[in-house]
Structure formats: structure tokens, C-alpha cells
């Protein structure tokens, strides 16, 4: 009988999947208006809890700079907030769907449809705010890239045509809406119901100094790429928060 062989990069899948558990969070309502501005200082984002701590998946040596990021929802918005702690911050890349993994620079990549997990949208932002989208779904014919429709965002050092390393780095923020009906094409239900669930993942990549990579849900090395959505976590929609919350 003639041996199957199974690819490599099946196999860090299958691996990935079996070796540590996915991450899961429930992102409630935003019962408030939020001013996309870079600041998480409204009281919708003061009550979301934190998703949890990031993972170094593939970590050898340097410092683990925490992120601690928070999601919301309401009818027409995904809302993602990352407060990345990092005392090196450097970005270059200003060209609209540039290199931004070369900078400090975070990512959200969203699978609105658990049932076909393959098919995901990815926003990848760095410090000065360049961003870089890309839509990988079996339905997608145009170029690698991806204009999404009417997101907004911002981050700290939003516009600046660089930003260099200084001893008052101390953390960034990345504040970003995402209208829910970029998703339209393969979310079960637009916008979502209280209980839907998606898959999705938050990634961080570090700049020039202590150049770390991060994600929420984990990867089990040796698979290191973040286009690993069999890596990615679940997320609950939920309208209304536990009593305290």
C-alpha cells in the first residue's frame, strides 16, 4: 500500500490547533458615542475588559512588552483598542499599503464566518498610522490588497512622516472603528446578533529595538506566521454586560 504523504504546513496547522487553546472574549456593547482619537478614554472603553495577555510564540530573548487591547460593538462598528507598552517606537512606512510589519505596528485579522474560517480580512496599522489591508477569501478576484469601506482610525503619533526611537517612549495607542458591512459577504448576520460568534486574532510587531512578535490567540511554534487562522480565537457578541461590569 502506498504511503500518503501530508505537507509540512498542513501538519504545523494540525499542530497549532491541537497544542494550546484558542483565546476566546466576549466584546460587549458600546453603550456610549466613542471619538476615534487615540485616547480609550471614554467609559465604554473603561468598562470593556481586556482581552487578556498577548503571546511570544516564538520568543528567544529580549523584553515582553505587554499590549493590552479591548473590543466593542454596536450596530454599524467593530471597534479594536490596543495600549501597546514599548520604551523603542520607530515607524517609516507612509506609503498606503506599504511594508507597515517593518514598524511597530499592530494587526486585527477578522474571519466573520467560524464555519469557513479560511476566508478573513486583515488590518495592519503602524505607529504613524499607514495602513495596510488585505482581503484573503475565496471570492476575492482583485489584487492583494483591499479597500475596505469607511474605516476610521487613529493612532498616537498618527501622521507624523516618522517616527524615531526617544528615551520618552514609554507606549502607543491604536484606536480604530470598522464598519461591520465590509464583512457583509460572509458574516452569517448583518450586523450581528447577541451570541454570534467570529474568529479573529490581534497581532503586534516590535520596530527596530527589541523586535518582538505577539499575538492574542496563541501559535504553537514552529508555525510563526499570523495568516494562521486556524490559530484564531473566538469572539461572542454580547449587548448587554454582566451586572458590575
Known amino acids: 500500500m502506498k504511503r500518503r504523504t501530508v505537507p509540512a504546513g498542513l501538519l504545523a496547522v494540525v499542530f497549532v490547533a491541537a497544542a494550546q487553546p484558542l483565546a476566546h472574549y466576549e466584546i460587549y456593547r458600546a453603550d456610549s458615542p466613542l471619538a476615534i482619537d487615540a485616547r480609550l478614554d471614554e467609559p465604554a472603553w473603561r468598562q470593556a475588559p481586556p482581552v487578556g495577555d498577548f503571546h511570544f510564540n516564538n520568543w528567544k530573548s529580549g523584553e515582553k512588552e505587554p499590549t493590552v487591547a479591548r473590543m466593542l460593538w454596536d450596530d454599524e462598528n467593530l471597534y479594536v483598542g490596543y495600549l501597546c507598552h514599548d520604551r523603542h517606537i520607530s515607524a517609516s ?5 506599504g511594508p507597515v510589519s517593518r514598524d511597530d505596528c499592530v494587526e486585527i485579522f477578522i474571519s466573520p ?3 469557513k474560517v479560511t476566508n478573513y480580512y486583515t488590518f495592519e496599522i ?7 489591508n488585505r482581503c484573503r477569501t475565496d471570492w476575492w478576484t482583485g489584487p492583494p490588497t483591499w479597500e475596505p469601506e469607511g474605516v476610521r482610525y487613529r493612532t498616537t503619533f498618527h501622521g507624523l512622516e516618522r517616527k524615531e526611537e526617544s ?4 507606549q502607543w495607542i491604536v484606536e480604530l472603528a470598522i464598519p461591520l458591512r465590509n464583512f457583509a459577504r460572509d458574516a452569517a448576520r448583518m450586523p ?13 510587531t516590535g520596530g527596530i529595538t527589541n523586535r518582538q512578535n505577539s499575538t492574542w490567540s496563541p501559535l504553537a511554534p514552529p508555525v510563526a506566521s499570523f495568516h494562521t487562522p486556524q490559530a484564531f480565537g473566538w469572539v461572542r ?3 448587554r454586560r454582566p451586572p458590575g461590569l
Not at 503602524?126 to 495596510?132: E, S, W
Not at 528615551?167 to 514609554?170: E, I, L, R, V
Request: hydrophobic share 30%.
Open 192 to 204: 450581528p446578533g447577541d451570541g454570534d460568534r467570529w474568529r479573529l486574532n490581534l497581532n503586534r
Open 126 to 132: 503602524n505607529a504613524i498610522g499607514t495602513m495596510l
Open 93 to 97: 512606512v507612509t506609503q498606503r499599503h
Open 237 to 239: 457578541f454580547v449587548r
Open 167 to 170: 528615551p520618552d517612549d514609554s
Open 113 to 115: 464566518n467560524p464555519e
